[in-house]
């Protein structure tokens, strides 16, 4: 009996241990990850901070510096178009569309540099007005180039650069197109198409006599030609003038 007792006496201590060996990591990992570890902390705090930080980076905010530089933009496009583009190339049609794409590409700037957007999604939206290019009439070089310059004011104008910086920027594009499509370095020359219907006088020893021909018709001062098109069916040629006012 004796026996008996410290046999089980004996067993009872081996279960004790493994109980206590088996609970000692759990214990030893709760105290581990406490609350009150300095490294844990460190670790949920940067962890809340990061998680604030996109929050704040995915929400839009219309702030006041958002509406300077949309009025600094707007401005900048008026100045160009009265000053510049509609004094020297008479078009009103063209107008609309300058101001509606500068608009919606500081709109889609300023939306793109606030919230998280794909790569792909990215590219997407701007291959929407790449694809414009191709269902629309073609416009001319100098409008495709004027379009561009407001393409590009609404997306420096979108990232929200500094007030100073962009008044800079703004500055230095107004300047270099006035100077460059004014008469201060070339004369600007103006060009279209006419159809003209004595095709005999279409001959390189008769040139001169044809543009002084097109000048009483048209009235325009024509400077040099270009032969487009001709066609002996209808006794009539397809000529670009080019001309200045």
Aim: hydrophobic share 50%; proline share 2%.
């Amino acid at each position: 009996m004796l026996k008996n007792f410290v046999n089980n006496r004996n067993n009872c201590v081996m279960v004790f241990l493994l109980m206590i060996m088996l609970a000692a990591p759990g214990k030893v990992f709760a105290l581990e990850t406490t609350d009150n570890d300095p490294l844990v902390a460190d670790a949920t705090e940067i962890k809340e901070s990061k998680a604030e930080k996109k929050k704040d980076k995915d929400t839009i905010t219309i702030n006041t510096r958002f509406y300077v530089s949309l009025a600094m933009d707007v401005a900048a496009v008026l100045l160009i178009i009265l000053l510049i583009y509609h004094p020297n190339y008479k078009k009103l049609d063209t107008i609309f569309t300058f101001i509606v794409f500068n608009v919606i590409i500081f709109l889609l700037t300023f939306v793109l540099n606030k919230v998280k957007i794909s790569m792909g999604a990215a590219f997407g939206l701007f291959a929407v007005f790449s694809m414009l290019r191709y269902r629309t009439e073609g416009i001319g070089m100098k409008d495709m180039t004027y379009l561009f310059i407001f393409i590009a004011l609404g997306l420096i104008s979108g990232i929200q650069l500094e007030y100073d910086v962009l008044a800079i920027i703004i500055g230095i594009v107004l300047f270099i197109t006035l100077f460059l499509d004014s008469n201060f370095i070339l004369k600007r020359e103006f060009s279209q198409n006419v159809q003209f219907d004595k095709i005999e006088m279409i001959k390189p020893e008769l040139r001169a006599e044809l543009i002084e021909e097109l000048r009483q018709r048209t009235g325009l001062n024509i400077r040099r030609i270009a032969i487009h098109n001709l066609d002996f069916l209808k006794d009539s040629a397809e000529i670009r003038v080019y001309y200045r006012e």
